[in-house]
């Protein structure tokens, strides 16, 4: 008779430095912002103090600095919902309680340019990952307080710029050049906003381990009306990403997150 003990994931490595992030308890705050890429993280830093470099393994750097006298980590997922289930997990289990995504997304809707904020009100889980943790139809949702005060701060810093602010429901994809043209159609006919790569995860882990997420990100590209990446967007991109980064900042400090 076989004596093997299969591994309960959910119950190893508990209070101990994390194998992915390489991130242990005591190491970050309360709030983490979560870009994609790592070589974003730098930026969230540009707008903090003290700063210090806690990890950087794999797709995953991590640094905390204090905003207006609030500790702050940023942390970086990668790409897709498998490696930011895997950052969202491992930093609640080191004591983040609360999440907000800063990324790019490429818009789906007329007059959504780049450079213009999105903010999450929900998620077309259009992934796999998270049906590994729930049935199909649960909805992939933001905390509700997170998203409208995101919105609202967005909207103080883009006044007089040439940037809008828009809200809706975006779609998380997995795999990003198989997203043709019918299926921009698709989701444009359905309403969806933007597209991206990691809400569908984040929203779904959070909910489930009940801790707080939302998502701003900047407009990349419109799919829709035929901008993509190689439309010489990266100015307005960043102008986006320094905004919606400091919209974050500004939210973990007002809700104490």
């Not at 705050?29 to 103090?49: H, K, Q, Y």
């Not at 049906?131 to 509700?144: F, K, N, R, S, T």
Request: net charge negative.
């Amino acid at each position: 008779m076989s004596t093997a003990s299969p591994v309960d994931k959910s119950a190893a490595g508990l209070d101990e430095r994390q194998f992915h992030i390489g991130v242990a308890p005591g190491e970050v705050s309360t709030v983490a912002l979560l870009p994609g890429d790592p070589f974003r993280v730098p930026l969230v830093a540009e707008f903090l103090t003290d700063v210090q470099t806690v990890a950087h393994n794999r797709e995953h750097m991590t640094m905390t600095g204090l905003y207006k006298g609030r500790k702050i980590t940023a942390t970086s997922t990668g790409m897709g919902c498998p490696s930011t289930a895997i950052a969202v997990e491992e930093l609640i289990r080191v004591g983040v309680t609360s999440f907000i995504r800063v990324g790019s997304s490429a818009g789906l809707q007329p007059g959504v340019k780049p450079g213009d904020l999105l903010v999450s009100e929900g998620s077309l889980r259009n992934d796999g990952t998270t049906a590994a943790y729930a049935h199909h139809g649960y909805p992939a949702v933001p905390d509700l307080r997170i998203a409208l005060e995101l919105a609202e701060v967005a909207r103080e810093l883009t006044k007089g710029t040439d940037a809008a602010v828009h809200s809706g429901i975006n779609a998380s994809d997995d795999a990003f050049y198989a997203e043709t043209p019918e299926w921009i159609a698709e989701l444009n006919r359905l309403g969806v906003l933007n597209v991206e790569m990691e809400s569908a995860a984040l929203y779904v882990v959070a909910r489930l381990r009940g801790v707080r997420a939302g998502m701003i990100c900047s407009t990349s590209s419109n799919l829709f009306d035929g901008t993509s990446l190689y439309s010489g967007v990266e100015e307005a991109l960043k102008e986006g990403w320094m905004r919606s980064i400091e919209a974050a900042l500004e939210v973990a400090v007002r809700l104490e997150l």
